[in-house]
Nanobody, 127 residues
């Protein structure tokens, strides 16, 4: 069973940066595709960025391309999300998801294809 714990959220001004971390335990993260998702009040969970389990390929939502970067440190069983040039519309609870199935890499930003989730960390971007 994969256990995921997110950290790094908080309050930041518009245009600022934040770095989130997702630490996994219970499994070897090498075999898992990891995604960062976000959910704002009253909105559906949406994929932000994902990184594949084998070749480190990354995918990004159009809304964050050029501003966010996902990376992984398998030795630390951790995936990071560096968020730059933050905007008020980036305000949400950010969650990481994990899955080790091959099909997840075909739908890397689709929440239903991730089977394990963390509790999330709140990011608030003030204008």
């Amino acid at each position: 069973q994969v256990q995921l714990v997110e950290s790094g959220g908080g309050l930041v001004q518009s245009g600022g940066s934040k770095s989130l971390a997702c630490v996994a335990s219970g499994v070897d993260l090498d075999y898992y595709t990891i995604g960062w998702f976000r959910q704002a009040p009253g909105k559906e969970r949406e994929g932000v960025a994902s990184i594949s389990r084998n070749d480190g390929r990354a995918w990004y939502a159009d809304s964050v391309k050029g501003r966010f970067a996902i990376s992984r440190d398998n030795a630390k069983n951790t995936v990071y999300l560096q968020m730059n040039n933050l905007k008020p519309e980036d305000t949400a609870v950010y969650l990481c998801g994990a899955d080790n199935r091959a099909i997840t890499t075909m739908f890397p930003l689709d929440p239903p294809h991730f089977s394990s989730w963390g509790q999330g960390t709140q990011v608030v971007v003030s204008s």
